[in-house]
């Protein structure tokens, strides 16, 4: 999310099973109050609300293409059969694997934006 113009702390991927309900409320209540205290999506970041909208667009286009969600659905198989789940492999597979493609896909879907803006 970072690449569509929003602060990485508005988008945290954890790991809890389903045995392990109080680990679940506390990542959403800390993650809820960190939210919060960033403020409206656009403020925090320092990105006009309709420039922000356009790389949102876009990443949304991007995520949508088949391509990158293999990638992801490829990295989700190699977590779990790795068994780790830890913050920090799981922001170093993202980086090694899916972050490039992503920064592509939205950098296209932004021209594609812009082009039938144009017309």
């Given at each position: 999310?970072e690449?569509?113009?929003?602060?990485p702390?508005?988008?945290?991927?954890?790991?809890?099973?389903a045995?392990?309900?109080?680990?679940?409320?506390?990542?959403?209540?800390?993650f809820?109050?960190?939210?919060?205290?960033?403020?409206?999506?656009?403020?925090?970041e320092g990105?006009?609300?309709e420039?922000?909208?356009s790389?949102?667009?876009?990443a949304?286009?991007?995520?949508?293409?088949?391509?990158?969600?293999?990638?992801?659905?490829?990295?989700?198989?190699?977590?779990?059969?790795?068994?780790?789940?830890?913050?920090?492999?799981?922001?170093?597979?993202?980086?090694e694997?899916v972050?490039?493609?992503?920064?592509?896909?939205?950098?296209?879907?932004?021209?594609?934006?812009?082009?039938?803006?144009?017309?």
């Open positions: 999310m690449i569509a113009g929003v602060r702390e508005r988008l945290v991927l954890d790991w809890a099973s045995a392990e309900a109080p680990l679940f409320v506390e990542l959403i209540t800390k809820t109050s960190e939210v919060k205290a960033l403020g409206p999506l656009g403020e925090a990105v006009p609300v420039k922000l909208k790389k949102l667009l876009a949304r286009s991007a995520v949508e293409n088949v391509k990158l969600r293999t990638r992801f659905a490829k990295l989700a198989q190699e977590l779990r059969d790795g068994n780790k789940h830890t913050p920090e492999v799981i922001e170093d597979k993202m980086a694997k972050n490039d493609a992503i920064a592509r896909e939205i950098a296209k879907q932004e021209k594609k934006i812009a082009e039938a803006g144009a017309q």
